[in-house]
T-cell receptor
Framework: QKEVEQDPGPLSVPEGAIVSLNCTYSNSAFQYFMWYRQYSRKGPELLMYTYSSGNKEDGRFTAQVDKSSKYISLFIRDSQPSDSATYLCAMSEQGAQKLVFGQGTRLTINP | GAVVSQHPSWVICKSGTSVKIECRSLDFQATTMFWYRQFPKQSLMLMATSNEGSKATYEQGVEKDKFLINHASLTLSTLTVTSAHPEDSSFYIC?????????????FGQGTRLTVV
């Protein structure tokens, strides 16, 4: 079993829809959680960074962390075609240098 | 967010030659940088962790003599692919975390697409 599981998709939704992206993990020591967006042939871009449980909102993006369920989510409201990309979740333990990544979910927003 | 600059963004080289890729943190000091390799439609594969002033730590299965990493300053790490072969063709990405390394956001470079012919 992988430490971090993420449905690779592909996921295709119409423009304006609310998108929900999720990751589950098995390591209860993970404390720091990140979501990245990666366009084709580009490096990942940090979207959200959260510590421990709770919600964090930034514009159209909301990140949720439920440590009791070992489950994190990224919601995208009013999705745009420019949101079409691969979304990667990543997490790390307290004091750890390395990040553990999910597989990435390929998302397409259809005009 | 913080900026990590990676250069070149793409390179084509002949088989048997060496290629150097640079990774710079432009507006913060990075004690630790990471080098990843990414195959098409796959997630990031960590190759090595680079610490300023010390030897890099390589992941299992990564040849340290083939992928030379140097982290000479708090803002620069380099990856040199030595004696490149077509199977080394891939997308290489660097990442940097803040001076505390742990418990901080990780920022990525733009990536380098290496093609060995």
């Amino acid at each position: 079993q992988k430490e971090v599981e993420q449905d690779p998709g592909p996921l295709s939704v119409p423009e304006g829809a609310i998108v929900s992206l999720n990751c589950t993990y098995s390591n209860s020591a993970f404390q720091y959680f990140m979501w990245y967006r990666q366009y084709s042939r580009k490096g990942p871009e940090l979207l959200m960074y959260t510590y421990s449980s709770g919600n964090k909102e930034d514009g159209r993006f909301t990140a949720q962390v439920d440590k009791s369920s070992k489950y994190i989510s990224l919601f995208i409201r009013d999705s745009q075609p420019s949101d079409s990309a691969t979304y990667l979740c990543a997490m790390s333990e307290q004091g750890a240098q390395k990040l553990v990544f999910g597989q990435g979910t390929r998302l397409t927003i259809n005009p | 967010g913080a900026v990590v600059s990676q250069h070149p963004s793409w390179v084509i080289c002949k088989s048997g030659t060496s290629v150097k890729i640079e990774c710079r943190s432009l507006d913060f000091q990075a004690t630790t940088m990471f080098w990843y390799r990414q195959f098409p439609k796959q997630s990031l594969m960590l190759m090595a962790t680079s610490n300023e002033g010390s030897k890099a730590t390589y992941e299992q299965g990564v040849e340290k003599d083939k992928f030379l990493i140097n982290h000479a300053s708090l803002t620069l790490s380099t990856l040199t692919v030595t004696s490149a072969h077509p199977e080394d063709s891939s997308f290489y990405i660097c990442s940097a975390r803040g001076i505390q390394a742990a418990n901080t956001e990780a920022f990525f470079g733009q990536g380098t697409r290496l093609t060995v012919v």
